[in-house]
């Protein structure tokens, strides 16, 4: 059974870098059948897609992030780590790793029954 699980600070400092960490066991990061992706939910708000890295490392970034974006990933560990810049009150939230099939595209998310989200982790941007 695949799971995948957040990790990181909960509590960042404005101007800040904030970086989380995917676990995911059960299944291989370097799975073509999936793309895998960073959503956020901010208090009060819908779902937002923040990025995707594929199977073999190609990164897709919103451009609503306005570059602030990176994505990378440590196969030996089946890990994929998201790391946002100069963060703002504004990107306080719910964060997700999700694992999304392939078919749905590498941009964007929607929830669907066969697409897995981990548990999530509060980000709360304050000094």
């Known amino acids: 059974q695949v799971q995948l699980q957040e990790s990181g600070p909960g509590l960042v400092k404005p101007s800040q870098t904030l970086s989380l960490t995917c676990t995911v066991s059960g299944g291989s990061i370097t799975s073509i059948n999936y793309y895998w992706k960073w959503i956020r939910q901010p208090p009060g708000k819908g779902l937002e897609w923040l990025g995707t890295i594929d199977y073999i490392g190609n990164t897709y970034y919103s451009p609503s992030l306005k570059g602030r974006t990176s994505i990378s990933r440590d196969t030996s560990q089946n890990q994929f780590t998201l790391r946002l810049t100069s963060v703002t009150p504004e990107d306080t939230a719910v964060y997700f790793c999700?694992?999304?099939?392939?078919?749905?595209?590498?941009?964007?998310?929607?929830?669907?029954?066969?697409?897995?989200r981990g548990q999530g982790t509060q980000v709360t941007v304050s000094s």
């Open positions: 999700v694992r999304d099939p392939r078919l749905y595209g590498s941009t964007g998310y929607r929830a669907r029954p066969d697409n897995l």
